[in-house]
């Protein structure tokens, strides 16, 4: 592992494509890489993603351990990490306990104003009503986050639209074989981390990270540059 932050996008990537094992060896790497020093938000992710990973290969008890210093991280990654301790306490039985710290995840979410957090906490608490036998407010719960994963749904669609369109006509204008290769080549790695997106908000575990170039324009911009 060498840049920490590399390493969280990759291991965020890895849980969308479903290798939590390989999410989990990502983190712990890079929050051994870090050690005492790094940038504090950095570490606060990894450690999230740490969780999230421990959830995908069935080690709640550990999961929910870990999770027991998130009270103390930034807005952002808190609800996450938050969203993650109240799947491990329902996933261990504890469903009341479960509701009551997605609650406050919901609440998190809302203040940072993010729909991906809101689609997660919601649907995590969703998760938790459910198991808990409260099957109208886990209908309620997931009501909420719907409308957030809508949104980030039809961003991602009319990304994917966006570069399927500008690829179309780079091939019609592209004369050598190696050209139409390159093009084709450049569409499929751009292609490939937007389905994976796109399967993580549908199983509410959004991987978009704020900053990134997400917008039709920018992803076509990325296409022609080559």
């Keep these: 592992v060498g840049d920490p932050h ?20 990502l983190s712990r790497a890079a929050l051994e890489v870090l050690g005492g020093a790094g940038e504090t938000k950095t570490r606060e992710r990894l450690e999230a993603v740490e969780v999230r990973a421990l959830l995908g290969v069935g080690r709640y008890a550990e999961a929910l ?22 799947l491990a306490q329902t996933l261990l039985g504890s469903h009341e306990e479960a509701v009551g710290t997605l609650r406050v995840a919901e609440s998190v979410a809302q203040e940072v104003a993010i729909p991906r ?16 036998g409260h099957i109208e407010l886990a209908i309620a719960a997931y009501e909420t986050a719907n409308p957030s994963r809508r949104k980030s749904l039809d961003d991602l ?3 994917m639209a966006a570069v399927l369109e500008a690829t179309r006509a780079a091939l019609s204008s592209a004369e050598p074989p190696q050209s139409m290769a390159a ?3 450049r569409a499929a790695a751009l292609l490939r981390p937007l389905v994976a997106r796109a399967g993580a908000v549908i199983n509410g575990d959004d991987t978009v990270v704020a900053g990134e170039p997400m917008t039709p324009q920018a992803m076509v911009d990325r296409l022609m540059k080559g």
């Design 183 to 185: 093009v084709a080549d």
């Design 117 to 132: 957090l809101i689609a997660l906490t919601g649907s995590a608490r969703g998760t938790a009503e459910w198991r808990s």
């Design 157 to 159: 669609a009319g990304t």
């Design 6 to 25: 590399v390493a969280w996008l990759e291991a965020r990537h890895q849980i969308a494509a479903a290798s939590a094992e390989r999410a989990l060896e």
């Design 65 to 86: 351990e870990k999770s027991n210093g998130s009270d103390g991280y930034c807005a952002e990654v808190r609800a996450e990490a938050l969203a993650y301790r109240g």
